[in-house]
Every structure is written in structure tokens, then in C-alpha cells.
């Protein structure tokens, strides 16, 4: 079965710092995968997608980038973190060609101080 | 106007309620319709897969989508103190192989024992 995981679980950072988060699937080939920001009471907003090794596509203007060094493995990086950067980062995978069922991981929260 | 809208309470019920959970959403071409359950600081899980029009039933929950009117409504009969959570809705046309999803901004339900 497929697993997806992510880390931290949480962190706290102070603004200007960077930042690195990572997201991992297991039991599964040449997902897409998905990066989302959900603040507190909203809805998700897509940050970032993946449909194979090194393409990245960005759905919004930001202070983040992503990359895709591997196959199941999609990192969500910032060079300097800002207040506004603060919230709920959460990755999703699809099978390639499958159906268009998004499946979350575990979520990072964010706090920026 | 937002492409999925999704009404973000709070909806607050007694145990045992039918509860009613319901998006819009503008574009025609949209095919596959989801629920997703996201308990408190957890990533959303998905509930009900669709595709086009009709019903769909699972246990105590019933996806129905209407495409004429551009309506999509999940239903929880005997609903449980433990349905209490954020149900999102979300919704794609399927086309390309980017698997992108839209979601509504989720309703908060709460029941109570």
C-alpha cells in the first residue's frame, strides 16, 4: 500500500530564517505531487505540482520554491521565511495516470516568529 | 467568483441529525467531484469519489452531484459526535495529466452528543 510522509511535524522559525520541508511517498512509481498551504480556517490553496523528476510547475507568486530530486520525493524550500509564510503545508500524491484522487499527508505546521 | 464555493459555516447539529454539506461550483467541464474529512491539525482524508452526475453511497454518507444546476452535496445520516471536522469539497475537469484539484474552503461541522 501506498504511504506518504512528511517532516517535521512542526516547526518554528524566526523571520529571515530558511526553510525545508520534505515529503516522501512510499509503494508507489512516477507520481504527481502536490504542494498546498492551508491557513488557519481556509480552504487549501496549491503552492506547487510535480508530474515527474525536476518539473515544477508554481500555481502562485511567493516567498517558496520547490524541487523534485528524486522520484518520490518532493522538498518545499524558502531562502528567507516571512510572517505571512506561517501556516499549514501539506503534500499530496496521485498516481500517474490514474484518477484524479489527491491523497494528503500527515501536514507541517509553520509558525514564523 | 471563486470556482468551487462551499458555505464555511459552522454548521453545528445534534447527534443523530441528518446533516446536509453543499458546494457550487461555475465551470461545466468539471467531471470528478470529492469529499474530503480533515480532523483538527490532521491532512484531509478523502470520503466520496464521484464522477459526473449522480449518487454515490457509503455506509452512513451519500455524495450527490448535480451537473445541470452545478451542485454538489454530501449527506451523514445518524451523524456521530466523531464526524465532528472540516469536510472540503473538490472538483476537477480531468483533462491533461496534471491532476490538479479544486477546493471549496471547507465546512466546519461540529455534533453534538
Known amino acids: 500500500s501506498q504511504t506518504i510522509h512528511q517532516w517535521p511535524a512542526t516547526l518554528v522559525q524566526p523571520v529571515g530564517s530558511p526553510l525545508s520541508l520534505e515529503c516522501t511517498v512510499e509503494?508507489?512509481?512516477?507520481?504527481?505531487l502536490y504542494w498546498y498551504r492551508q491557513a488557519a480556517g481556509r480552504g487549501l490553496q496549491l503552492l506547487f505540482y510535480?508530474?515527474?523528476?525536476?518539473?515544477i510547475s508554481s500555481e502562485v507568486p511567493q516567498n517558496l520554491s520547490a524541487s523534485r530530486p528524486q522520484d518520490r520525493q518532493f522538498i518545499l524550500s524558502s531562502k528567507k521565511l516571512l510572517l505571512s509564510d506561517s501556516g499549514f503545508y501539506l503534500c499530496?500524491?496521485?498516481?500517474?495516470?490514474?484518477?484524479?484522487?489527491?491523497?494528503f499527508g500527515p501536514g507541517t505546521r509553520l509558525l514564523v516568529l | 467568483q471563486k470556482e468551487v464555493e462551499q458555505d464555511p459555516g459552522p454548521l453545528s447539529v445534534p447527534e443523530g441529525a441528518i446533516v446536509s454539506l453543499n458546494c457550487t461550483y461555475s465551470?461545466?467541464?468539471?467531471?470528478?467531484f470529492m469529499w474530503y474529512r480533515q480532523y483538527s491539525r490532521k491532512g484531509p482524508e478523502l470520503l466520496m469519489y464521484t464522477y459526473s452526475s449522480g449518487n454515490k453511497e457509503d455506509g452512513r454518507f451519500t455524495a450527490q452531484v448535480d451537473k445541470s444546476s452545478k451542485y454538489i452535496s454530501l449527506f451523514i445520516r445518524d451523524s456521530q459526535p466523531s464526524d465532528s471536522a472540516t469536510y472540503l469539497c473538490?472538483?476537477?475537469?480531468?483533462?491533461?495529466?496534471?491532476?490538479?484539484?479544486?477546493f471549496g474552503q471547507g465546512t466546519t461541522l461540529q455534533v453534538k452528543p
Open positions: 510535480s508530474v515527474g523528476i525536476g518539473q
Open positions: 499530496a500524491w496521485i498516481a500517474s495516470g490514474g484518477t484524479e484522487t489527491q491523497y
Open positions: 509503494g508507489t512509481s512516477n507520481p504527481n
Open positions: 465551470n461545466s467541464a468539471f467531471q470528478y
Open positions: 473538490a472538483t476537477s475537469h480531468g483533462s491533461g495529466n496534471t491532476g490538479k484539484l479544486i
